[in-house]
Nanobody, 120 residues
Framework: QVQLVESGGGLVQPGGSLRLSCTAS????????MGWYRQAPGKQRELVAG???????KYADSVKGRFTISRDNAKNTVYLQMTSLKPEDTALYYC??????????????WGQGTQVTISS
């Protein structure tokens, strides 16, 4: 089992920055691929950024060049640095941990979410 706790959300003006954190407990953090997802009202949950256990990253086109995902395995924490924030970035942001074992069993965990609101 993995427990994920997000923090760092809040209300920010357009053009501002936020850093989200997600701290994991309960398992070997370093083996998990980690991701940040978001869900705006009336919309489907979407992948914002992901980072593999080896440190490879990927981003949604809408956030490339503005958001940066990183991980600190010593702290069991994944971060999402968000800059040049736009009103359309407003959403509930979720942290995800994913690992598929050699026996093809998938371990998939979610945090409770942290609200990010971009408004003047």
């Amino acid at each position: 089992q993995v427990q994920l706790v997000e923090s760092g959300g809040g209300l920010v003006q357009p053009g501002g920055s936020l850093r989200l954190s997600c701290t994991a407990s309960g398992s070997i953090f370093s083996i998990y691929a980690m991701g940040w997802y978001r869900q705006a009202p009336g919309k489907q949950r979407e992948l914002v950024a992901g980072i593999t256990s080896g440190g490879s990253t990927k981003y949604a086109d809408s956030v490339k060049g503005r958001f940066t995902i990183s991980r600190d395995n010593a702290k069991n924490t994944v971060y999402l640095q968000m800059t040049s924030l736009k009103p359309e970035d407003t959403a509930l942001y979720y942290c995800n941990a994913y690992y598929k074992s050699t026996s093809d069993y998938a371990y998939d965990y979610w945090g409770q979410g942290t609200q990010v609101t971009i408004s003047s």
